[in-house]
């Protein structure tokens, strides 16, 4: 028991620090109104393994202190996260369906953020802001699904991966 424990913090510190290096190495991209974070690519992964929440959530979390809205990408960016990758991986019946929850959840949650932090004043321009969120976070989700799509076809990735959800699932 001690042993699958350990084995579990190592892997989701494995993905924590992916997910802070991808972000903080293409950090131009990854962060602000429009955003191309290619390290959420990552949340997907939590479709097949619902444990890997934390690593992508505390990956958020770190790769977020670096941010130009400091505490408020903190807390918001990483519960946007959170969310994204809890819905993924306990209400999407195939991992398309998965794309679409970090799309909506990091629009509206980030969307929303950079609204109130930049001291937007109409509704419009929360649609405009949470719509550029929405593009970038789509555009990575399609990229994300395709590099999965193709790299689940392998049989060593997935019995690296041990699957505890969805291993059976056509996409």
Request: include cysteine.
């Amino acid at each position: 028991m001690k042993n699958s424990i350990t084995k579990m913090i190592v892997e989701n510190a494995i993905v924590a620090a992916i997910y802070f290096v991808l972000t903080i190495a293409l950090g131009s991209f990854a962060y602000g109104e429009i955003q191309f974070r290619v390290s959420e690519i990552l949340v997907l992964l939590c479709f097949w393994r619902p444990d890997f929440i934390i690593g992508v959530t505390i990956g958020t979390f770190l790769a977020n202190i670096p941010s130009t809205l400091g505490a408020w990408d903190m807390l918001f960016g990483t519960l946007a996260t959170l969310i994204a990758a809890t819905c993924v991986a306990f209400c999407s019946p195939r991992l398309i369906v998965a794309t679409l929850f970090p799309t909506v959840v990091n629009a509206i949650v980030v969307g929303a953020e950079l609204y109130f932090v930049f001291g937007f004043n109409t509704l419009t321009e929360f649609f405009v802001t949470a719509g550029y969120v929405a593009l970038g976070e789509f555009a990575v989700m399609i990229v994300g699904y395709i590099i999965l799509h193709l790299i689940a076809r392998n049989k060593a990735f997935m019995e690296h991966l041990l699957p505890t959800r969805h291993a059976g699932v056509r996409w």
